[in-house]
């Protein structure tokens, strides 16, 4: 039977330099910087990082990682092979990655379900960061897309949020926000919504299109989750003063019992992303109850 698994693009650069440092200073600053068996602990999840292996030139393979304690054991740490050790069962999470030293680009299997795009880049970039021989930044990367583009490419949405700020200097249009905001004599205001079973956020509504119109003149930001029409997977758009985004991910379709995606399947699916125009995906300004530095429990 044939699985999909879903494969995340992100940025990987250097402080300080992003994309200016030479392939040479990019390879031996990598290879400085990737220890096999590095661990950081987040969530009481303990991650690690296997041994690297070069795929092609300046192209690297590795994987990234937890445990689950207390669970049977079919998934484990071999400090002999610095990997990860699978059994018949998962009791825990593995994530295969390929570095392009040349595009400075890292594509990842993004596990449904156990871990999110965030949780991934943020923890492979705290490996990196263990050695402190250099320091590395990983950016999830996005596509630029408008609202009903991405809204025709969904069955419904189950989640928005907005984050509106005072405009000035006027709310021409926008009167149920300024109602809104004056009643609260707010500076700053968070509307997160979820959609009644089986049913879509109201789109048409007054409230809806206003918040949408404020952040276009550069007063907020939105976040949406809808379901992908067809395949049924989550999808995500994020609208800023700047344009509309969806995450940089494709699928690969797989026959028999692989579990995990190939370094191989990886790189085909990274070189047809070189063909496209993928750029960093915009930050977002977090709420008070959203600024973990893992995304576990955000929205």
Same mark, same amino acid.
């Given at each position: 039977?044939?699985?999909?698994f879903?494969?995340?693009?992100?940025?990987?650069?250097?402080? /300080?330099?992003? %994309?200016r440092?030479?392939?040479?200073?990019?390879?031996?600053?990598?290879?400085?910087?990737?220890?096999p068996?590095a661990?950081?602990?987040?969530?009481?999840r303990s991650?690690?990082?296997?041994?690297?292996a070069e795929?092609?030139?300046?192209?690297?393979h590795?994987r990234i990682?937890?445990?689950?304690?207390?669970?049977?054991s079919?998934?484990?740490?071999?400090?002999?092979?610095?990997?990860?050790?699978?059994?018949? @069962?998962?009791?825990g999470?593995?994530?295969?990655?390929?570095?392009?030293?040349?595009?400075?680009?890292?594509s990842?299997?993004?596990?449904?379900?156990q871990?999110?795009?965030?949780?991934?880049?943020?923890?492979?970039q705290?490996l990196?960061n263990?050695?402190? !021989?250099?320091?590395?930044?990983?950016?999830?990367?996005?596509? #630029?897309? /408008?609202?009903?583009?991405? #809204?025709?490419?969904?069955?419904?949405?189950? #989640?928005?949020k907005?984050?509106?700020?005072?405009?000035n200097?006027?709310w021409?249009? &926008?009167?149920?926000?300024?109602?809104?905001?004056?009643?609260? &004599?707010?500076?700053v205001?968070?509307?997160?919504?979820?959609? %009644?079973?089986?049913?879509?956020?109201e789109?048409?509504?007054?409230?809806?299109?206003? @918040?949408?119109?404020?952040? &276009? +003149?550069?007063?907020?930001?939105?976040?949406?989750v809808?379901t992908e029409? /067809?395949?049924?997977?989550?999808?995500?758009?994020v +609208?800023?003063?700047? /344009?509309?985004?969806?995450? !940089?991910?494709?699928k690969i379709d797989?026959?028999?019992?692989?579990?995990?995606a190939? @370094?191989?399947? +990886?790189r085909e699916v990274?070189s047809?992303?070189?063909? &496209?125009? @993928?750029?960093?995906s915009?930050?977002?300004v977090?709420?008070?109850?959203?600024g973990e530095?893992? %995304?576990?429990?955000?929205?």
């Open positions: 039977m044939a699985k999909r879903r494969i995340v693009h992100a940025k990987i650069t250097l402080e /300080g330099f992003g %994309d440092s030479s392939s040479e200073y990019f390879r031996s600053s990598l290879e400085q910087s990737w220890t068996g661990q950081v602990t987040r969530y009481e991650w690690r990082l296997s041994k690297s795929h092609d030139e300046g192209v690297w590795g990682g937890f445990v689950k304690e207390g669970e049977l079919t998934l484990d740490w071999d400090d002999s092979k610095e990997d990860f050790i699978r059994g018949e @069962a998962s009791s999470v593995v994530v295969p990655f390929l570095i392009d030293g040349g595009s400075r680009i890292v990842f299997q993004l596990v449904s379900g871990v999110r795009t965030k949780t991934v880049t943020s923890n492979l705290a990196f263990t050695s402190k !021989a250099h320091y590395w930044k990983i950016e999830p990367l996005s596509f #630029k897309t /408008g609202f009903e583009d991405w #809204k025709s490419t969904v069955s419904c949405i189950s #989640k928005c907005f984050r509106l700020s005072y405009p200097p006027n021409t249009g &926008r009167e149920n926000i300024k109602e809104l905001m004056d009643g609260l &004599r707010a500076e205001i968070t509307l997160r919504a979820r959609a %009644d079973k089986e049913s879509s956020i789109t048409d509504s007054d409230l809806f299109q206003q @918040a949408m119109d404020h952040i &276009r +003149l550069g007063y907020g930001s939105a976040e949406m809808g029409r /067809g395949s049924g997977d989550e999808s995500k758009f +609208l800023t003063e700047d /344009g509309g985004y969806v995450p !940089a991910v494709d797989v026959e028999g019992e692989e579990t995990e190939t @370094a191989q399947e +990886l990274q047809k992303l070189l063909e &496209r125009e @993928a750029i960093p915009p930050e977002i977090p709420d008070v109850e959203d530095e893992d %995304d576990e429990q955000s929205f």
